[in-house]
């Protein structure tokens, strides 16, 4: 079973800090991918990536920042966080051919405070 | 990308079968039709993809109609378990991988 993990499932900041969220995943999977989650609103895509030191901007990038040293390593920062970041973060994996089959990790709910 | 319209909540009871109808108007000839499941506190999971007429897995079927504007995630005889937000995704098959998700239906299955 592929395996997508993040760092934590709680995490409560405060205004300005420096946040890392990260996310592992064991199946070898080339893309990697970062949402937001609110209510009203949906999943949203915020960066993505399709292979080491690689990243694109997905829909709402403002704000954030993305590293990828290492294949199955994924990471979301922000720099310096705002209460409007309070959200649930989701990680997913996925690989050709069937990209559009991701597998999803169960989610940061993250709190700025 | 087509977008994509889902009735925002149903309703359902144990043992019933349930159809999720997800319009898509202006679905192109390239655009694939994807399912998604959202349990609580948990990331979505891929149910299904079809590009038209009939999809079955262990899950659940998908019925797409000749004209492709609509289509119909069935779940037979749900189960308490099936309590969740489904998704419908419209697009080029694989797209890089980048799916936008809509509101999604939440449904709700009742003892």
């Known amino acids: 079973d592929v395996k997508v993990t993040q760092s934590s499932r709680y995490l409560v900041k405060r205004t300005g800090e420096k946040v890392f969220l990260e996310c592992v995943q064991d199946?070898?999977?080339?893309?990697m991918f970062w949402y937001r989650q609110d209510p009203g609103l949906g999943l949203r895509l915020i960066y993505f990536?399709?292979?080491?030191?690689?990243?694109e901007k997905g829909d709402i990038p403002e704000g954030y920042s993305v590293s990828r040293e290492k294949k199955e390593r994924f990471s979301l920062i922000l720099e310096s966080a705002s209460t409007n970041q309070t959200s649930m973060y989701l990680c997913?994996?996925?690989?050709?051919?069937?990209?559009?089959?991701?597998?999803f990790g169960p989610g940061t709910r993250l709190t700025v405070t | 990308l087509a977008k994509t319209t889902q009735p925002i909540s149903m309703d359902s009871y144990e043992g019933q079968e349930v159809n999720i109808t997800c319009s898509h108007n202006?679905?192109?000839?390239?655009?694939?039709i994807t399912w998604y499941q959202q349990f609580p506190s948990q990331g979505p999971r891929f149910i299904i993809q079809?590009?038209?007429t009939k999809v079955t897995n262990e899950v659940a079927s998908l019925f797409i109609p000749a004209d492709r504007k609509s289509s119909t995630l069935s779940l037979p005889r749900v189960s308490l378990s099936d309590t969740a937000v489904y998704y419908c995704?419209?697009?080029?098959?694989?797209?890089?991988?980048?799916?936008?998700f809509g509101q999604g239906t939440e449904l709700s299955v009742k003892p």
């Open positions: 997913a994996s996925g690989s050709a051919p069937r990209e559009y089959e991701q597998y």
């Open positions: 995704l419209v697009g080029v098959k694989n797209q890089g991988g980048k799916l936008i």
């Open positions: 199946m070898d999977h080339e893309n």
């Open positions: 079809g590009y038209k």
């Open positions: 202006n679905i192109a000839t390239n655009d694939y």
């Open positions: 990536s399709y292979d080491v030191k690689m990243k």
